[in-house]
């Protein structure tokens, strides 16, 4: 190793360290949103042993992330052995030690990259160090890394750079006519490792074409091969062109509202405009008040102005990949971040059932974003002509400020109670935020008791929530139970939670409440089963019930309430709408026979019905 690489080589790791430690606030956080399902009540990552038994069965237990995220549940599983539990500071040290490695291997690939494009070698130094430090200390990374389940991202951003990295070594070494095949070796595996992480690490192709049209040029050892390679990305480039037009969107599609949400394709891609051009304001202006971690508060674009800023954030989408066409030769660097942020978007802000917005979305994607800022700011100072001292201060500041930035949001991250708190305050319209709340002051006082002494505190966000969120019935449905606990529900209570069942789009986060609602109830708290049979009902309306959901309502009605004679209407939706071979049917005629309503089970038997009911 020379004495240039290992200077670098100590210097990478030691920024590497000292962007970690601004996360270590963070780790007396706890679980938070998709933590629980996928890390708190996941039973597949309680790995007791450690041997290959305990891991095979983690591997082939079922996830909520599917089988292709089976990398990062290894991972949790060992972070749960690890820890003896469920120890939140055990997972989010491992999700600190994964970003450490990353900023690491992000200072090797901008120095490959710099050198690639032909910046001096005595710039690149301290040049790939820099942009590695802006995107390690980024206040919008804080979410991904403290965050436990974006371990799913944040360890394919991890081996996605190190994919880059091998096919940026492979194709300098075929354009100088040396031996390429370890590189592209390496550039496969990590890229199946990356797959093994997250699915949308299947935009590596697209960063590689990106580099090819910008920093690389198409360039090799001799003119057949440039020509070959020019032919293959061409031929890749029109197949999967052919594939997301004839295969992705007819599959995924959907000109009325999608499943379980409130916005159907169009909508939801004339959305991702307001939300890319959000992701770069934050990116640009790195205030934590400007970044709310919850983003429920997003409303669908119904048309190009509806609302205004629509339209304005589409142009400015097009006019950036404009201008990073156009300079692709005389600005390469430039015109590589412009692409490789919005092409890391590109599964997430398409077609696809997803949410309309995620901090974590711009974890890869931000490398783009700051190596077109990097170069903008190295044009800026080389045409105002400053000088080098007074640019090395300029970045030292912009660094300082974003570190500061950083570290001020990850004490926030620090205990669930400010998380929540502050996320009231920087989005108040969102629903999830205020559940946060609430969900936190009761976790402090101890969990569902009458004598919480944080109870009051808990059901007072859920006031505010229910107000300033109503496109959401979830605050409603807490305010309910919470008032319950304390014996104070009143009529009121659950007629307002009715009316606004009845209105409210019935998208994931408002369908859960009706599960919660049957938990608690089950679980001894005193609901009022009039009340609570209403929402029943006021939900099987709706649309989108399951026959395995009616089911659960005619088994919880039957055993549960004193009003067993109404369970029969759910069993019977749920026969008539499950299908013939589900099996559905005979278990809850075999339920019914074991309850003593032999007559109920007759009456669900014979040939399929036609229900005109719900």
């Given amino acids: 190793m020379t004495s240039a690489n290992r200077r670098f080589l100590l210097s990478s790791m030691l920024m590497a360290l000292l962007a970690g430690v601004l996360f270590l606030p963070g780790l007396g956080g706890g679980f938070v949103f998709d933590d629980e399902s996928n890390i708190v009540n996941n039973q597949g990552i309680r790995l007791q042993v450690l041997n290959v038994e305990g891991l095979h069965d983690v591997v082939f237990s079922p996830q909520p992330g599917g089988i292709t995220r089976v990398l990062p549940t290894v991972t949790f599983a060992l972070d749960y052995w690890r820890g003896g539990g469920l120890n939140p500071a055990v997972f989010k040290a491992t999700n ?77 070494a075929q354009i ?27 935009l590596l192709p697209a960063y590689a074409l990106a580099l090819e049209l910008t920093v690389l040029r198409f360039a090799a050892a001799s003119p057949p091969q440039g020509r070959a390679l020019r032919r293959a990305y061409l031929l890749a480039t029109m197949l999967g062109t052919l594939a997301y037009l004839f295969v992705v969107i007819p599959h995924y599609w959907h000109w009325d509202a999608y499943p379980g949400r409130e916005f159907s394709s169009w909508e939801r891609l004339l959305t991702q405009g307001r939300v890319l051009c959000m992701y770069i304001g934050q990116i ?103 000088r080098p001292q007074m640019a090395a201060l300029a970045a030292g500041l912009l660094l300082a400020g974003l570190s500061v930035a950083g570290f ?99 998208g994931p986060q408002n369908r859960q409440i009706m599960q919660a609602l049957i938990n608690n109830a089950a679980q001894g708290r005193a609901l009022d089963e009039d009340g609570l049979i209403r929402t029943i009902e006021i939900f099987s309306q709706r649309g989108g019930t399951s026959p395995r959901e009616f089911a659960s309502f005619g088994y919880f009605i039957m055993e549960k309430t004193h009003q067993p004679e109404k369970a029969l209407h759910y069993f019977e939706l749920a026969v008539d709408r499950s299908p013939d071979n589900s099996g559905l049917s005979a278990e809850i005629r075999a339920y019914l026979r074991s309850m003593g309503r032999t007559e109920w089970a007759e009456q669900l038997e014979g040939p399929a019905r036609t229900h005109t009911g719900q």
């Fill in 96 to 172: 600190i030690t994964i970003h450490v490695l990353t900023a690491f291997v992000l200072a090797w690939f901008f120095r490959a990259l710099l050198l690639a494009a032909k910046i001096a070698p005595a710039r690149v130094q301290w040049a790939a160090l820099a942009l590695a430090m802006m995107w390690a200390v980024h206040p919008l990374q804080v979410s991904s890394v403290l965050y436990v389940v974006q371990r799913m991202q944040t360890m394919s951003t991890l081996f996605l750079v190190l994919a880059l990295l091998g096919y940026l070594k492979a194709r300098v």
């Fill in 176 to 202: 100088e006519g040396r031996r390429t095949g370890t590189g592209w070796l390496l550039a496969l595996l990590f890229w199946v490792l990356a797959l093994g992480c997250k699915e949308d690490a299947i």
């Fill in 284 to 386: 640009l202006v790195p205030l934590p008040r400007s970044m709310p971690f919850y983003y429920d508060w997003v409303e669908p674009s119904r048309g190009w102005l509806q609302p205004w800023t629509t339209l304005p954030a589409i142009l400015l989408v097009l006019v950036l990949l404009g201008a990073a066409w156009k300079l692709r030769t005389h600005r390469p660097l430039f015109a590589l971040g412009v692409f490789v942020f919005f092409a890391g978007h590109f599964v997430t802000s398409n077609v696809l059932n997803l949410e309309l917005a995620f901090e974590h979305r711009n974890h890869f994607p931000l490398i783009g974003a700051i190596l077109a800022i990097g170069d903008l700011l190295a044009w800026g100072a080389r045409r105002l002509e400053i």
């Fill in 408 to 506: 001020s949001r990850a004490v926030v991250w620090s205990d669930p109670i400010s998380l929540a708190t502050k996320s009231t305050e920087i989005a108040p319209r969102s629903a999830r935020a205020w559940i946060s709340l609430s969900r936190s002051y009761l976790a402090l006082g101890g969990g569902h008791r009458p004598d919480n002494p944080y109870l009051g505190q808990a059901i007072d966000a859920c006031t505010q929530g229910a107000a300033a969120a109503p496109y959401s019935v979830s605050c409603p449905a807490n305010l309910v139970i919470y008032k319950t606990l304390q014996g104070t529900v009143t009529k009121a209570d659950w007629g307002r939670l009715h009316e606004r069942l009845q209105h409210v789009a019935m």
